[in-house]
């Protein structure tokens, strides 16, 4: 019954791989978005999608690609994977106006 | 240059007691401000959310202040038990980005019995 899922949980790849990541979710919500929280902890937004459509982009480099194919889906994908492309990457959503965001458990990226 | 800041040292606080955490921000007009709870190896889970024309908002044992003059709010939970014990975040949502949220680095919080 999990609200925000995100697979892979964990993900050990090489430097230069291509990965993706999966969000999905099943509350209703009409926009969604991936965050990144660095070795720090610190949370720092990198795109929203609502009704599937991009909304906020953040400095992000152009490697990362979102892809929203329905409003309850989000997906990330990466092209040629860095050292510092390591972090937890978190997908979240929330009904446009109501504010509070809902966050899945996270997927741990490791570039080696 | 806007920012976000949190005391980046862990509060440890003894059982019972109140814990008080601090959220600070810079060049920043927020229309709300709220509070999430981040436990290791999990995502943040909304706590509390106080907007800008509010002094003080409360839910069980938890405590949100707002003071728009001094740029600060303040999160207690009183009666503190060991299961408190978490990363604490705040965040921002600016008047001018409707829902983007932008969060604080954090305080960790540990409780001992």
């Known amino acids: 019954d999990t609200a925000v899922s995100q697979t892979p949980k964990y993900l050990v790849t090489q430097m230069g791989n291509d990965k993706s990541i999966k969000c999905e979710q099943n509350l209703g919500h009409d926009t969604m978005y991936w965050y990144k929280q660095d070795s720090k902890k610190f949370l720092k937004i990198m795109f929203s999608y609502n009704n599937k459509e991009l909304i906020i982009n953040e400095t992000v480099p152009n490697r990362f690609s979102p892809k929203s194919p329905d409003k309850a889906h989000l997906n990330l994908h990466i092209n040629s994977l860095e050292l510092g492309d390591s972090a937890v990457y978190f997908c979240?959503?929330?009904?446009?106006?109501?504010?509070?965001?809902?966050f899945g458990a996270g997927t741990r990226l490791s570039v080696l | 240059s806007q920012k976000i800041e949190q005391n980046s040292e862990a509060l440890n606080i003894q059982e019972g007691k109140t814990a008080t955490l601090t959220c600070n921000y810079t060049?920043?007009?927020?229309?709300?401000l709220q509070w999430y709870r981040q436990d290791p190896g999990r995502g943040p889970v909304f706590l509390l959310l106080?907007?800008?024309?509010?002094k003080e908002k409360r839910k069980e044992r938890l405590k949100v202040t707002f003071d728009t003059t001094l740029k600060q709010s303040l999160f207690h939970i009183t009666a503190s038990q060991p299961a408190d014990s978490a990363t604490y975040l705040c965040?921002?949502?600016?008047?001018?980005?409707?829902?983007?949220?932008?969060f604080g680095t954090g305080t960790r919080l540990a409780v001992r019995p």
């Open positions: 965040a921002l949502i600016p008047n001018s980005s409707g829902d983007k949220l932008t």
């Open positions: 060049n920043y007009s927020p229309a709300y």
């Open positions: 106080i907007r800008e024309n509010e």
């Open positions: 979240a959503s929330t009904t446009r106006g109501k504010n509070i965001q809902y």
